[in-house]
């Protein structure tokens, strides 16, 4: 697979209102990209890209991603069997954060706790404030220790 190249960031009018892909990683050469399900909007999950895995994702059109604790590149679905396949790939106005809409494999989850989404949690507000955390799922969508084997040891997360 030839290597996709990036176009180099001349002029904020170029980067902003151009035509090229002219993508922006932090100093740690990372940028975050939102994931939601192409159907519904849903957000799945924010996960890390770094040049590398953007390449991948563009070239295959299966989301890619970076492991900040692992350093290392993965493919979404490469263990449990739910893939994303990209359906529309979109960046910012100042190209330093993506958002993938996808559709995915098998349960149509993309937790590895289990649940459809990564949010699956919602924070109390204002005056609920130190209220508990209000699961917005009800049920596991798959078993994550059946997929993944035991769950990872808490100080890795």
Not at 72 to 78: F, M, S
Not at 91 to 98: E, G, R, S, V
Request: charged residues 20%; contains cysteine.
């Amino acid at each position: 697979m030839p290597d996709l190249e990036f176009h180099p960031r001349r002029t904020v009018e170029e980067v902003e209102e151009g035509h090229i892909l002219a993508p922006r990683f932090g100093q740690d050469g990372l940028m975050p990209c939102i994931t939601s399900d192409h159907a519904t909007g849903e957000v799945l999950m924010l996960g890390w890209m770094n040049a590398d895995a953007l390449r991948r994702t563009l070239q295959t059109g299966e989301a890619h991603y970076f492991s900040r604790s692992r350093q290392a590149i993965w493919r979404k679905g490469a263990t449990s069997g739910l893939v994303q396949q990209v359906i529309e790939a979109r960046i910012d106005d100042d190209q330093d954060a993506l958002w993938l809409q996808v559709t995915v494999a098998g349960t149509g989850a993309s937790c590895h706790v289990g649940y459809r989404s990564c949010f699956y949690r919602a924070v109390p507000l204002a005056e609920a404030a130190g209220d508990a955390l209000r699961f917005t799922e009800s049920a596991k969508t798959f078993d994550p220790i059946a997929t993944y084997g035991d769950a990872p040891n808490p100080t890795q997360l």
